[in-house]
């Protein structure tokens, strides 16, 4: 059974940062591509940035030079550092997990206050 489970959400003010896990069991994490999403109000869930099992990286643009994406394959984790946070980065967040299949967590909470 596939399970992602995210951690680190919270509440924060603007300027602050936050980072969040995703730990993931039932795949081989290593293969994937590991990605992490948000969805916020009213809005469709969106890409904030992506780690492939080779190490390469995207960023959404709305993110770039603040967020960095990482991973652990001997944890099977990957992360979200989040810095400089503004309140437009409120929303849910969802990891995924990529391959043959799409996978995805429960999402976790951000709420950036201004």
């Known amino acids: 059974q596939v399970q992602l489970v995210e951690s680190g959400g919270g509440l924060v003010q603007a300027g602050g940062s936050l980072r969040l896990s995703c730990a993931a069991s039932g795949i081989i994490f290593s293969i994937h591509t590991m990605g992490w999403y948000r969805q916020a109000p009213g809005k469709q869930r969106e890409l904030v940035a992506f780690i492939t099992s080779g190490g390469s990286t995207n960023y959404a643009d709305s993110v770039k030079g603040r967020f960095t994406i990482s991973r652990d394959n001997a944890k099977n984790t990957v992360y979200l550092q989040m810095n400089s946070l503004k309140p437009e980065d409120t929303a849910v967040y969802f990891c995924?997990?990529?391959?043959?299949?799409?996978?995805w967590g429960q999402g976790t909470q951000v709420t950036v206050s201004s």
């Open positions: 995924n997990a990529q391959w043959t299949s799409y996978y």
